[in-house]
């Protein structure tokens, strides 16, 4: 299962008309959403991405991912809840993408989601 924050930019990337999938293995990684326009990742960003081990981990994924042709954004969860569809206009206007008449979205869930430890469990309805 995605976390809700995901489901959120999800939705709101199905409403702009975009193609994507979410959790393609791409080198050893299931980024979030990869859109198809483009080589672009996106990823939800949560509290637990500002730990010292998560932010090294962070940037050695976004530079494999970068080495090998993608370009890797990242929203805030608060950016996603605040106005998950201005998340996705940011995305459009930022790299010239254009809704589409015959969208597609797949989305997989590879794996069950599960609030980091400590984190509150903050589901979005």
Known sequence: ???????????????????FETQPQILKYFPDILL???PIIVEAYSWYHQTPACLRSDA?????LTAAGY???RFTNGEIE?????????LMDRFGLVA?????A???RRREYKP??????????
């Open 82 to 90: 605040a106005d998950a569809d201005g998340c996705v206009r940011r």
């Open 106 to 108: 797949v989305i997989r």
């Open 71 to 73: 370009t890797v954004v």
């Open 116 to 125: 980091a430890p400590g984190s509150p469990n903050q589901m979005v309805t």
């Open 60 to 64: 050695e994924r976004d530079s494999a």
């Open 100 to 104: 589409e008449d015959d969208a597609v």
């Open 1 to 19: 299962m995605n976390s809700p924050q995901e489901q959120l930019l999800q939705q709101a990337v199905i409403r702009a008309a975009v193609s």
């Open 36 to 38: 198809h326009q483009k």
